[in-house]
C-alpha cells in the first residue's frame, strides 16, 4: 500500500524559504510515475504547486514558477519542495501526491502539513 | 488557464437523497482528463473519479461522473451519512491543473 508523508518546518518568516519533504512508502519513487505537490489555501481551495518525474523532469504552476523547485531523492524515496521569498498568502496546508503517469495528476495524497508563513 | 466553476457552492439534502454536483469548464477539457474528488474536514482530498466517469477502486456504484467537453457532473444516487463533505473536480489535461471552488453536500 503506498503511502505519502510530508515533513518540515510548520512555521516560516516572510521573506524565508519554505521546505518540505514527502517520503513515499510502499512504492519505489525509482520505478516511475510523477509526484507532485499541492495547497489548500485558508478558505480559498486548491491550488497544483508542480510536480517531479523520478528522472528529475519538472513542471511548475506558472504562477508560482519563479519561486519554486521540485525535486527528487531516489535514494531516499523522497521528493522535496523549496518555495522562496514567502509572504503570509502563501500560508496553506501542503500536501504532497502521487501524481502517477500524468504531471498534472493528482490520484493518491499525503495527509498534508500546515505551514504557516508569520514572524 | 482553465476555469472550473463548481455549483452549486452549498447543497442541503437528507440521507437517501440524489445529490447532483455541477463542474463547468472555461474551455474544453475533453473527457479524458477531468477527476472528482471528496474531501472530509481534516482529511486530504480523497480521488473518487478520473477520466470523468472511471470509478476508483473501492468507490460505491451509488457514485457516478459523467460529462464531456465543458461539462461535467457528479451524481449520488442515495446520499449516505458518510457521503457528506466536500466535492472538487480538477482537470489535468492542461497546464497548470486546476480545481474547482468545491461544492459542500450537508445535511438538512
Known amino acids: 500500500q503506498v503511502q505519502l508523508q510530508e515533513s518540515g518546518p510548520g512555521l516560516v518568516k516572510p521573506s524565508g524559504t519554505l521546505s518540505l519533504t514527502c517520503t513515499v512508502s510502499g512504492f519505489s519513487i525509482s520505478s516511475g510515475d510523477y509526484w507532485g505537490w499541492i495547497r489548500q489555501l485558508p478558505g480559498k481551495g486548491l491550488e497544483w504547486i508542480g510536480s517531479?518525474?523520478?528522472?528529475?523532469?519538472?513542471h511548475y504552476n506558472p504562477s508560482l514558477q519563479s519561486r519554486v523547485t521540485i525535486s527528487v531523492d531516489t535514494s531516499k524515496n523522497q521528493f522535496s519542495l523549496k518555495m522562496t521569498s514567502v509572504t503570509a498568502a502563501d500560508t496553506a496546508v501542503y500536501y504532497c501526491?502521487?501524481?502517477?503517469?500524468?504531471?498534472?495528476?493528482?490520484?493518491?495524497w499525503g495527509q498534508g502539513t500546515l505551514v504557516t508563513v508569520s514572524s | 488557464e482553465i476555469v472550473l466553476t463548481q455549483s452549486p457552492g452549498t447543497l442541503s439534502l437528507s440521507p437517501g437523497e440524489r445529490a447532483t454536483l455541477s463542474c463547468r469548464a472555461s474551455?474544453?477539457?475533453?473527457?479524458?482528463?477531468l477527476a472528482w474528488y471528496q474531501q472530509k474536514p481534516g482529511q486530504a482530498p480523497r480521488l473518487l473519479f478520473y477520466g470523468t466517469s472511471i470509478r476508483v477502486s473501492g468507490i460505491p456504484d451509488r457514485f457516478s461522473g459523467s460529462g464531456s467537453w465543458t461539462d461535467f457532473t457528479l451524481t449520488i444516487s442515495g446520499l449516505e451519512p458518510e457521503d457528506f463533505a466536500v466535492y472538487y473536480c480538477q482537470q489535468y489535461g492542461s497546464s497548470p491543473a486546476t480545481f474547482g471552488q468545491g461544492t459542500k453536500v450537508e445535511i438538512q
Open positions: 474551455q474544453s477539457v475533453g473527457r479524458d482528463y
Open positions: 501526491a502521487r501524481a502517477g503517469s500524468n504531471p498534472l495528476g493528482s490520484a493518491l
Open positions: 517531479v518525474y523520478h528522472s528529475g523532469s519538472t
